[in-house]
Antibody, heavy 125, light 107 residues
Framework: QVTLKESGPALVKPTQTLTLTCTFSGFSLSTSGMRVSWIRQPPGKALEWLARIDWDEDKFYSTSLKTRLTISKDASKNQVVLTMTNMDPVDTATYYC?????????????????WGQGTLVTVSS | SSDLTQPPSVSVSPGQTARITCSGDALPKQYAYWYQQKPGQAPVLVIYKDSERPSGIPERISGSSSGTTVTLTISGVQAEDEADYYCQSADNSGTYVFGTGTKVTVL
């Protein structure tokens, strides 16, 4: 059974750095073709993809946010960590981690098949 | 442009057909995917590779592609289909792009 769960602070102050952890089970990020992404959704708004890390340590970032994001993994702990610097109230959102399975990418586009429940992060002083 | 544009809302009576479009310049070159999101829940994948259905997704949900537009079709709409729907693809640099989202209301 594949599960993912996000954890981290519910409230951060402007200019602070946010660190979120995705703890997963039911799959290994050491498996060829496995990928984990972070995606966020401001209240009442659309989904926004943030970053992805692959089984082979390749990392990809949103063009608009890449200067603020760092993604890393600890495959032995089944965890993926996202840090986002210089938080602003517009970064208030539910943050999801999600899995792309082997075979989930074709011609450069990939889908996610399992999502965590999401964690709401509010940025406020 | 890497944007994916969807109509903000679609309203449909039970038993009728709902069609949700998603338009973007990259769609002729990249596969599209569709997610259903109900209030307070994480999205669920309902279509991958333009028209493939994951296991467990009812046959009345289907996808199609033509040029710069992909379409999600829900036939015989039921009350349980009321949700937000998002298309997703990739831009030229390979990063994921989500559509603007469509709220489906079952009248």
């Amino acid at each position: 059974q594949v599960t993912l769960k996000e954890s981290g602070p519910a409230l951060v102050k402007p200019t602070q750095t946010l660190t979120l952890t995705c703890t997963f089970s039911g799959f290994s990020l050491s498996t060829s073709g496995m990928r984990v992404s972070w995606i966020r959704q401001p209240p009442g708004k659309a989904l926004e993809w943030l970053a992805r890390i692959d089984w082979d340590e390749d990392k990809f970032y949103s063009t608009s946010l890449k200067t603020r994001l760092t993604i890393s993994k600890d495959a032995s702990k089944n965890q993926v960590v996202l840090t986002m610097t210089n938080m602003d109230p517009v970064d208030t959102a539910t943050y999801y981690c999600a899995r792309t399975p082997p075979g989930g990418c074709s011609g450069g586009s990939c889908y996610v098949d399992y999502w965590g429940q999401g964690t709401l992060v509010t940025v406020s002083s | 442009s890497s944007d994916l544009t969807q109509p903000p809302s679609v309203s449909v009576s039970p038993g009728q057909t709902a069609r949700i479009t998603c338009s973007g310049d990259a769609l002729p070159k990249q596969y599209a995917y569709w997610y259903q999101q109900k209030p307070g829940q994480a999205p669920v994948l309902v279509i991958y590779k333009d028209s493939e259905r994951p296991s467990g997704i009812p046959e009345r949900i289907s996808g199609s592609s033509s040029g710069t537009t992909v379409t999600l079709t829900i036939s015989g709409v039921q009350a349980e289909d009321e949700a937000d729907y998002y298309c997703q693809s990739a831009d030229n640099s390979g990063t994921y792009v989500f559509g603007t989202g469509t709220k489906v209301t079952v009248l």
